[in-house]
């Protein structure tokens, strides 16, 4: 499918400092109404887009680390291992970790993919992404991140990567995405605490979770141990 280039400015900064989008009173555009097919539109789009890519892993992490960062020289690590293998890598599409993982993939010729957000006058995108989308709506874009994926890592990261792991492991915990998908966690200085305190107290204290929904992620501390858990992992064909 060819993509069309979208004839906008490219910024490349984290979400949290992206301008407010305002929508103009007494437009019908923002009606609920035309809202709904706006909303419609993106997952069309989004869904026909991916469908052209059938091995790919999905990186999130930090948008606020920079080049000489140990996390994004594994995120950059990692996507060219992948790329090498012929997966395709998907990122938000914005800087930091996501930047590093389209770059890793570019610098050994691999699809470098990025679901960026669009905004009224300019896109977030990083130089490295090749195939992109744009999404108005953040639910949208979140969706398409988390779908058809062959395995997910998640580097460190804040409230946007935690909410996109919280919401896979929850997804595979439900029987809504294949149990053997890998999730992979990078970083074990940065994910160690808060899968103690999953251990200690949501499971232990608490009985809140079962014993084997601890074992739906992967804790690594390398580009290449998340490499060798993803490298066999089974393709998705359910798409």
Known sequence: ??????????????????????????DFRSSFHWRIFRILAEFVSGFQFLADFRRTVTVFGSAQVEEDNHWY???QKLASLLSTADFGVVT????????????????????????????PSEQRVNPFVQKSVGFHYFFVRKVMLAYSAQAYVFFPGGFGTLDEFFELITLVQTKKIFVKIPIVMIGKEFWSPLFEWIKTDVYGKFNFIGKEDMRIYSIVDSAEEA????KNSPERKEF
């Open 1 to 26: 499918m060819k993509i069309k280039k979208m004839e906008k400015e490219n910024i490349n900064i984290p979400a949290r400092d992206l301008p407010m989008a305002e929508e103009k009173l007494g």
């Open 92 to 119: 938000g599409g914005g800087p930091g970790i996501m930047e590093a993982a389209n770059r890793g993939a570019v610098e050994s010729n691999g699809d470098s993919i990025g679901l960026n957000i669009e905004l």
């Open 73 to 75: 020289k594994e995120s």
């Open 227 to 230: 490499f060798e858990i993803i």
